[in-house]
């Protein structure tokens, strides 16, 4: 069974710093695009990061530019989001997923929700003003 899970979250100051942690398990996805979203209360859920098969392309949310960082380890088949400089409007349920498909790779293609087919439960992300 595979399954994805989350960790890392909790509640910081605005300017504060966090690290998501997302542990995959059932299969490998050493050759497959993996990405964070996150949904806030009211909300739909919105693209955040994106990175492909070896780390050699991301791409970011336009407002998570230059704080936000993703990054992946294959031999622990984990990915992870380093949050610096955190905002209120960063506050959301933050969820890792999976695409299926290999080594394909856009930012369109990576920045849809609609590319993954294998999702985690969700971690809570607070930041007080």
């Known amino acids: 069974q595979v399954q994805l899970v989350e960790s890392g979250g909790g509640l910081v100051q605005a300017g504060g710093s966090l690290r998501l942690s997302c542990q995959a398990s059932?299969?490998?996805?050493?050759?497959?695009?993996m990405g964070w979203f996150r949904q806030a209360p009211g909300k739909e859920r919105e693209f955040v990061a994106a990175?492909?098969?070896?780390?050699?392309?991301?791409n970011y949310l336009g407002s998570v530019k230059g704080r936000f960082t993703i990054s992946r380890d294959n031999a622990k088949n984990t990915m992870y989001l380093q949050m610096n400089n955190l905002e209120p409007e960063d506050t959301a349920v933050y969820y890792c997923?999976?695409?299926?498909?290999?080594?394909?790779?856009?930012?369109?293609?990576?920045?849809?929700?609609?590319?993954?087919?294998?999702w985690g439960q969700g971690t809570q992300v607070t930041v007080s003003s």
């Open positions: 059932g299969r490998t996805f050493s050759t497959n695009i």
């Open positions: 997923a999976a695409d299926r498909s290999p080594y394909r790779y856009s930012p369109d293609y990576a920045s849809s929700a609609a590319t993954y087919d294998y």
């Open positions: 990175i492909n098969y070896n780390g050699a392309n991301t």
